[in-house]
Protein backbone atom coordinates (compact mmCIF):
# COMPACT_ATOMS: atom_id res chain seq x y z
CA UNK A 1 0.00 0.00 0.00
CA UNK A 2 2.87 2.08 0.49
CA UNK A 3 4.30 1.80 -2.77
CA UNK A 4 1.23 2.82 -4.10
CA UNK A 5 1.06 6.09 -2.63
CA UNK A 6 4.78 7.30 -3.17
CA UNK A 7 4.12 5.95 -6.79
CA UNK A 8 1.09 8.32 -6.68
CA UNK A 9 2.70 11.38 -5.01
CA UNK A 10 6.04 11.18 -7.20
CA UNK A 11 3.84 10.87 -10.13
CA UNK A 12 1.63 13.91 -9.32
CA UNK A 13 4.75 15.98 -8.34
CA UNK A 14 6.38 14.85 -11.68
CA UNK A 15 3.22 16.01 -13.86
CA UNK A 16 3.04 19.26 -11.91
CA UNK A 17 6.76 19.95 -12.98
CA UNK A 18 6.00 19.72 -16.35
CA UNK A 19 2.64 21.61 -16.25
CA UNK A 20 4.64 24.60 -14.80
CA UNK A 21 7.77 23.93 -17.16
CA UNK A 22 5.24 24.03 -19.84
CA UNK A 23 3.61 27.64 -18.53
CA UNK A 24 6.84 28.70 -18.51
CA UNK A 25 8.32 27.77 -21.81
CA UNK A 26 5.04 27.77 -23.97
CA UNK A 27 7.78 27.05 -26.98
CA UNK A 28 9.05 23.92 -25.56
Known amino acids: ?8 I ?5 GGLVTI ?3 IVPIA
Open 21 to 23: LRL
Open 1 to 8: MDRVYVVS
Open 10 to 14: IGGLF
